[in-house]
């Protein structure tokens, strides 16, 4: 069974930071895109990055110049670097990735961790 798992999450004040990672484990084969996605409460989930295979990264408006993605393909892992939090910023955290298994390219979602941001 592939699982990706988030650690990294917590309590912050605005303007700190905080790094999140997440790691692929199973069995799979190769892993295309990996991103992150949150979740405020009361609001529908919405992506924050992305980051292809061989590096592009694509940001929202919301991440860009504030966050940044990456991943080490060797590892298996994806991070989100998340600087200037801002009260805003709170919600829960999900990490994504496109992972090959057999012959089928399956989306797998972390269980997600929760990022508080204290004004």
């Known amino acids: 069974q592939v699982q990706l798992v988030e650690s990294g999450g917590g309590l912050v004040q605005a303007g700190g930071s905080l790094r999140l990672s997440c790691a692929a484990s199973g069995r799979f084969g190769y892993i295309n895109d990996m991103g992150w996605y949150r979740q405020a409460p009361g609001k529908q989930r919405e992506v924050i990055a992305i980051?292809?295979?061989?590096?592009?990264?694509t940001y929202a408006d919301s991440a860009q110049g504030r966050f940044t993605i990456s991943r080490d393909n060797a590892k298996n892992t994806v991070a989100l670097q998340m600087n200037s939090l801002k009260p805003e910023d709170t919600a829960d955290y999900y990490c994504?990735?496109?992972?090959?298994?057999?012959?089928?390219?399956?989306?797998?979602w972390g269980p997600g961790t929760q990022v508080t941001v204290s004004s």
């Open positions: 994504n990735a496109q992972i090959w298994v057999l012959s089928y390219v399956r989306t797998v």
């Open positions: 980051i292809t295979s061989s590096g592009t990264t």
